[in-house]
């Protein structure tokens, strides 16, 4: 079984690539939605039958294939990023809030009062990730495309002209400086002592006080 970390601007959440039923929370890499009735729907242009999902997305109900779909297993408080290194932690942009926000007001403030700035603070900064979540870059990856911009221009008499914009793909480019927003991970598992087939051994994501705990970055 693989599974997947994406970073959205609401959070983290961890999918799999196992089937998505009826009542599962499924995911497009677009839209995090719950799954409903499922279906065929018959496909007029090419004559062939494509599993579907009737899906609940915002207050309206529309349809979506299956292939599509990716199975939600845990979203952004029912993930354990303790076992990660601070350096793949940054990596994904991912903090200890509560960490950072105790360590900051009890610097600040008397420790009578920290907990009362507690709650304002760790808000702030889940807002701010959330704003800069797709704007995180490097100084390594400004000074690339400092020297990747006066590498598309040519000299002529002494002075330079730009190189076209059809020869330079300036959206190309920053695409390529982007974060990912997504990861395959390995996971603490533990052996399904609840499968229906008792005679295989069937592993599952290890839940420790209500999360799953990612091991490593794959």
Request: net charge negative; proline share 4%; glycine share 6%.
């Amino acid at each position: 079984m693989n599974y997947t970390l994406h970073k959205l601007p609401e959070g983290f959440l961890v999918t799999s690539d196992e089937k998505i039923e009826e009542g599962n929370i499924g995911f497009d890499g677009l839209y995090i939605f719950k799954c409903l009735k499922p279906f065929i729907a018959n496909e007029t242009t090419s004559g062939k039958n494509i599993p579907c999902f009737y899906i609940e997305l915002g207050e309206t109900s529309v349809f979506h294939e299956t292939s599509y779909i990716k199975k939600v297993i845990a979203q952004q408080d029912q993930i354990d990023f303790s076992a990660l290194s601070e350096e793949k932690q940054k990596e994904i942009g991912w903090f200890d809030i509560d960490k950072i926000a105790y360590k900051f007001c009890d610097e600040i403030t008397p420790k009578d009062v920290t907990r009362s700035l507690h709650y304002p603070f760790k808000r702030g900064f889940q807002k701010a990730q959330e704003l800069l979540f797709d704007r995180r870059f490097t100084l390594e990856d400004m000074k690339k495309a400092f020297n990747a911009g006066d590498n598309y221009r040519y000299y002529e008499n002494g002075g330079f002209l730009f190189i076209p914009s059809d020869v330079l793909d300036e959206d190309q480019y920053i695409q390529s400086l982007s974060q990912p927003k997504s990861w395959k991970v390995e996971l603490e598992m533990e052996y399904d002592l609840e499968s229906i087939d008792s005679s295989k051994k069937v592993i599952k994501p290890k839940l420790t006080n209500g999360k799953i705990k990612i091991l490593k970055l794959l």
